[in-house]
C-alpha cells in the first residue's frame, strides 16, 4: 500500500513559453529537474498543487534569506541579474534563491558589471541563441566593444495611437493660437476704431485746433450789521457766518447763474457779441443768430460761482477768449450781485418794519378815538363829575343833620303838657323843607331826565372813557417799543458787499486742459466700449441660451 505525501503548501507556477510554444528550459521547476515523481499504479500524480520536499526545503531557504536582512537595493539588483539569467523568480528572495542555486552570487561586482553590460547589449547575439546557451556565453565571452548595425529600415507610414493622438493636440493647439490671434486682431482694431481714433482726434482738437480761453477768479463775501449801527468800535459790522448770511449767498450765487444775469450782461457788454467772434473755434463759437437758451448754455459752461459755508466766501471764475474782456465780465457781474445784496437787504428791512408801523398806527388811532370820547362826555355835564358827587353829598349830610337836629327839637316840643303851637308849626314847616331838599340832592345822583343822564352814570362813563384813554396810551407805548426794536432788527438786517480778491485779467491761457481732456476723453470712450461690449456678450449669451 502506497502512503499519499502530506501536502503542507500549495504553490501555483506561471511557466512561461519560449518562442517555441513550450518553456525554457531553465525555467522548469527544481523539483522536475533533479528528481522523480512519486506515482503510485492506482493515482495518476498531480504537478503544481502538492509541494515535495524539495519545495519545502526551498521555502525553508527562502525563510532563512528573509532572516538575512538584505536590503531593498540587493533585493531589487538580484531579481534583474535572475531576469538576465532567463530565470522566472517569484519573488524577490525566489530570485537570490534561483541564482545561487545556479552558482551565482547577485551580489559580486563583476555580476553587476556583467549586467550593465548587458543592458547595453541588449537585443544583439542574445537574441539569436537559447536562454541557458546565452547564459553560459555570457559567462563565457570576452566583453569586447560592439559596432552598433546600420538600420536599413524605414519608418512606417502607419501612426501609433499615442502619435496620432499626439498629432491631433498639436492640430487643436494650433487651430487655438490662431483663433486667438484671429480674435485679438478683432480687438484691436474694434479698440482702434471705437476708443483709440476718437481719443486721438480728442487729443488733436485740444492741442491744435481748441481756442485758448482765459480766466479770471474773484472773491467776496457778505457782511452783516450787528447791533443796528451802535457806537461800537467798529461800526457794529461783523464777519458772516453760514446762518446770519447764508440764504443771502445762495440767493446771490443763484442770481449770478440765471438767465437774467446773463441777458443783463448781454445789454450791457455784449456777452454774445464777444463769443460770435469768427477766430473762435467752431465748437465754442456762439452762433449770432443763437437763441437765448443756447447763449446760456454756454454762460454756464463758462460762468462757475461756488459758496464755501464755513467761510461765507463766494468764488467765481469767468472765462473768455480775451482776458480784458474776461476781468470786464466780472466786474459787471460783482456790480450785479452787490445790487442784488442790496435790494434782498431792503426787502428784508421792509418786511420787518411793515408790522411794526402797523401797529403803531393803529395804536395811535386808538388813542384819538379814546380821547374824543372823554372830551364829548366831559363836555355834555360837569367837567368834574367825581368833584361834584363829593359836593352833593356833602351837601346831603348837611341837610340830613339839619333834619335831625330839627325833628329832635319838635319832639321835644310834643313831648310838653302845653307845646307853643307856632314854635311846632314852624319846625314841621322847617322839617318839610329839609326833607324836600333831602330828596332832591339824592334826586340828582340817582334819577336821570330826558336829556342827561344821571351824575352817577354820567360818572361812570367818563371813568370807562378815562380808562379806555389810560389803555389806548399803554398800546401806544407797547407800539413806540415794537416799532424801535423793529427799527433795531432791520439794521441787523442791513448786508453789504465787499470783495476780497479783485478781477485781474491773466496773461496765460487756463483752458483746454489739453492732456488732462485728452485722458478723460480716452477713458470716457473706453467706458462705453466697455459698457456696450459687456450688454452685447450678455444679449448673445441670452439668445443663445
Known amino acids: ?7 503542507r503548501k500549495f504553490r501555483i507556477r506561471r511557466t512561461p513559453l519560449s518562442e517555441e510554444g513550450g518553456p525554457y528550459p531553465s525555467e522548469a521547476s527544481t523539483s522536475e529537474a533533479t528528481e522523480p515523481r512519486a506515482t503510485s499504479p492506482d493515482t495518476a500524480p498531480r504537478e503544481g498543487q502538492v509541494s515535495s520536499p524539495r519545495e519545502e526545503g526551498s521555502a525553508q531557504t527562502i525563510d532563512e534569506i528573509r532572516r538575512e536582512g538584505l536590503t531593498g537595493r540587493q533585493l531589487r539588483m538580484a531579481r534583474r541579474v535572475a531576469q538576465k539569467h532567463a530565470l522566472a523568480p517569484t519573488s524577490d528572495f525566489d530570485a537570490v534563491r534561483l541564482l545561487r542555486q545556479r552558482g551565482i552570487d547577485p551580489f559580486q561586482r563583476s555580476s553587476i558589471l556583467e549586467l550593465v553590460a548587458n543592458d547595453q547589449n541588449d537585443g544583439d547575439i542574445g537574441d539569436l541563441v537559447p536562454a541557458k546557451g546565452r547564459a553560459l556565453e555570457a559567462q563565457q565571452r570576452v566583453q569586447l566593444p560592439q559596432t552598433m548595425p546600420a538600420q536599413t529600415t524605414l519608418p512606417s507610414t502607419h501612426l501609433s495611437p499615442a502619435e496620432r493622438r499626439g498629432e491631433e493636440i498639436m492640430r487643436i493647439q494650433k487651430d487655438i493660437g490662431k483663433r486667438r490671434r484671429r480674435k485679438l ?11 483709440f481714433l ?20 474773484s472773491e467776496f463775501l457778505i457782511l452783516s450789521n450787528d447791533g443796528g449801527g451802535g457806537g461800537g468800535g467798529m461800526g457794529g459790522f461783523k464777519l458772516p457766518s453760514q446762518f446770519a448770511t447764508g ?22 457788454v455784449g456777452f454774445r457779441e464777444h463769443f460770435s467772434q469768427e477766430w473762435i473755434d467752431p465748437i465754442q463759437r456762439l452762433d449770432p443768430d443763437a437763441s437765448n437758451e443756447e447763449a446760456y448754455k454756454l454762460y454756464k459752461k463758462y460762468m462757475k460761482i461756488g459758496y464755501d459755508p464755513t467761510e461765507g466766501v463766494l468764488r467765481m471764475e469767468i472765462s473768455t477768449a480775451d482776458p480784458e474782456v474776461s476781468a470786464e465780465f466780472s466786474r459787471k457781474l460783482i456790480d450785479y450781485a452787490e445790487e442784488r445784496v442790496d435790494d ?13 408801523t402797523e401797529s403803531l398806527e393803529k395804536a395811535k388811532e386808538d388813542r384819538r378815538e379814546a ?12 367837567l368834574d363829575p367825581e368833584g361834584e358827587i363829593a359836593n352833593i353829598r356833602q351837601l346831603i349830610g348837611n341837610v340830613e343833620l339839619q333834619l335831625q337836629e330839627k325833628q329832635l327839637a319838635l319832639n321835644t316840643q310834643l313831648n310838653n303838657a302845653r307845646p307853643n303851637q307856632a314854635r311846632v308849626e314852624a319846625m314841621t314847616s322847617e322839617i318839610e323843607v329839609l326833607q324836600r331838599e333831602l330828596d332832591k340832592q339824592r334826586a340828582r345822583l340817582t334819577d336821570a331826565t330826558e336829556d342827561n343822564a344821571s351824575l352817577a352814570s354820567q360818572t361812570a362813563d367818563i371813568q370807562m372813557a378815562q380808562a379806555d384813554l389810560l389803555t389806548a396810551d399803554m398800546v401806544l407805548q407797547g407800539a413806540l417799543e415794537a416799532q424801535r426794536m423793529s427799527s433795531s432788527e432791520a439794521n441787523k438786517q442791513v448786508r453789504y458787499l465787499t470783495v476780497s480778491v479783485r478781477p485781474v485779467a491773466s496773461q496765460d491761457a487756463s483752458y483746454p486742459r489739453s492732456f488732462e481732456n ?24 441670452q439668445v443663445s441660451s
Open 198 to 217: 476718437p481719443t486721438l482726434l480728442a487729443g488733436y482738437y485740444y492741442y491744435a485746433v481748441a481756442t485758448p480761453m482765459y480766466s479770471t477768479k
Open 247 to 268: 440764504q443771502d449767498a445762495i440767493a446771490t450765487q443763484s442770481y449770478l447763474l440765471s438767465k437774467d444775469a446773463m441777458l443783463r450782461l448781454d445789454r450791457d
Open 185 to 195: 486682431l478683432l480687438l484691436l482694431t474694434r479698440l482702434a476704431a471705437f476708443v
Open 518 to 541: 485728452t485722458i478723460l476723453a480716452f477713458l470716457v470712450f473706453a467706458g462705453i466700449y466697455l459698457m456696450i461690449s459687456l450688454t452685447a456678450s450678455i444679449l448673445r449669451e
Open 1 to 7: 500500500m502506497t502512503t499519499k505525501p502530506k501536502a
Open 371 to 382: 380821547q374824543r370820547q372823554l372830551v364829548a362826555m366831559q363836555e355834555g355835564t360837569v
Open 344 to 356: 434782498l437787504s431792503k426787502r428784508k428791512r421792509e418786511d420787518a418794519l411793515a408790522s411794526s
